[in-house]
């Protein structure tokens, strides 16, 4: 089951090997000798990220929550990685702030020890 559109592919299991997994970055490597949809039972996201030997794939919501993605006949190496882009906006709007209360506490605590004499 596919989100939208159908993807083309065979529906034969192949099992697909995990060579490096951390939390949000997973790295496999699989041949295939037909086209076929791969699917994973990680829950999807729209902040996954995949490529194929370097190249960008569309990573597609299947089963009503999982990953999945078209693969081609041939060799693949594949990369699948989560940045969450609303983490980065929170760390360019709180890096900023940070600075500005760090800098008006260390004004604070100079300012208290040499008080001017009037």
């Known amino acids: 089951m596919v989100e939208d559109r159908p993807m083309d592919g065979a529906a034969e299991f192949q099992e697909l ?3 490096n997994y951390t ?13 076929g949809v791969a699917v994973l039972s990680q829950a999807w996201h729209p902040d996954w990220k995949i490529t194929d030997n370097g190249h960008p794939l569309g990573l597609r919501r299947v089963n009503y929550g999982f990953m999945g993605f078209a693969l081609p006949a041939g060799e693949h190496s ?18 900023p702030l940070w600075a500005i209360t760090l800098i008006t506490g260390a004004c604070w605590l100079v300012c208290r020890k040499h008080p001017r004499t009037a």
């Open 23 to 35: 939390p949000g970055d997973i790295t496999l490597q699989c041949t295939t000798a037909k086209p």
């Open 17 to 19: 090997p995990i060579t």
């Open 78 to 95: 594949l990369r699948i990685w989560y940045r969450p882009w609303d983490f980065y906006w929170g760390g360019l709007i709180s890096a």
